[in-house]
């Protein structure tokens, strides 16, 4: 518990994370707040709750840089250097680190999302927002966990390059450009796709739920279900923390 408490001090005695808290809530919930109040009634139909969730990547790459930033920074600074000689092993401090950082993006996470639903169901009364089945439960409640585990892959690359710019470009491009890319290769792409981190996690989202254009995008023919997908983008995200913490303890700080 001591090391929990020292990392969540450290954590919030910096603004960085108070700002990204506000910008990714303030993003993603705002975004859905235009789109619902320019929603036109003929679409009323189509505008489910899966559709309230069309912008929850965005606030997702704003609590990974604030992921990353919560490592780097601790290089940066040499401020890891006390962590260490205080936890000479290096492993309870760094997960210590992980489970306060990572569960703030969860929860984070889970705001963003209840919020985007919330103010979506306030602008437009008359849409079919209600939530009925463990679907659409899940396609609201459950952005909180990719948030929660995109945070542990943020951590992984900031131990991994200990630098903040490299990292979080490192972030950007994969998510951005790698992830959209790869598909794109002719015969092996769709079989690529199906196996992507973060295509998966959104498959968790989504899976199940028919075509939206507005909405986070259907996959077709995803080998896993939404709970098989989950349990393959953790075991993506923690096995990267972990070689994340094997550099961190092999390498000085």
């Known amino acids: 518990m001591t090391l929990l408490t020292v990392e969540r ?15 990714a809530t303030a993003l993603t919930v705002g975004l859905t707040s235009i789109f619902a109040a320019t929603t036109k009634t003929k679409d009323l139909p189509d505008f489910t709750p899966d559709v309230t ?18 490592v780097t920074t601790e290089y940066r600074f040499s401020t890891i250097r006390t962590t260490f000689l205080a936890e000479p092993r290096r492993t309870p401090a760094l997960v210590a680190k992980g489970i306060v950082v ?5 929860i984070v996470g889970e705001i963003t999302a209840v919020g985007s639903w919330g103010i979506a169901r306030l602008i437009q009364p008359d849409a079919p927002l209600a939530l009925h089945s463990a679907q659409e439960y899940r396609n609201v409640f459950g952005v909180g966990l990719v948030y929660l585990l995109a945070s542990v892959f943020a951590m992984a690359v ?5 630098q ?3 990292a979080i470009v490192i972030e950007l491009v994969y998510l951005f450009l790698l992830e ?19 295509t998966v996690g959104d498959n968790f989202v989504v899976a199940g739920h028919p075509h939206h254009s507005d909405g986070p995008p259907v996959i077709d023919g995803m080998p896993l279900g939404p709970w098989g997908s989950l ?5 993506v995200c923690v096995g990267l923390f972990v070689i994340g913490i094997i550099f961190a303890k092999r390498r000085d700080a």
């Not at 990572?102 to 969860?106: E, Q, R, V």
């Not at 349990?231 to 075991?235: D, E, R, S, T």
């Open 164 to 166: 903040s710019a490299g």
């Open 102 to 106: 990572a569960g703030l993006a969860g």
């Open 9 to 23: 001090i450290k954590l919030f005695s910096t603004r960085s994370p108070w700002w990204c808290m506000i910008l």
């Open 180 to 198: 959209n890319l790869l598909p794109a290769i002719p015969r092996i792409g769709d079989h690529i796709q199906h196996w992507l981190p973060f």
């Open 231 to 235: 349990v393959y983008f953790a075991a």
């Open 158 to 162: 900031g131990l991994i390059v200990r």
């Open 53 to 70: 969730q069309f912008a929850y990547n965005f606030g997702l790459v704003v609590m990974m840089v604030m992921s990353t930033l919560a």
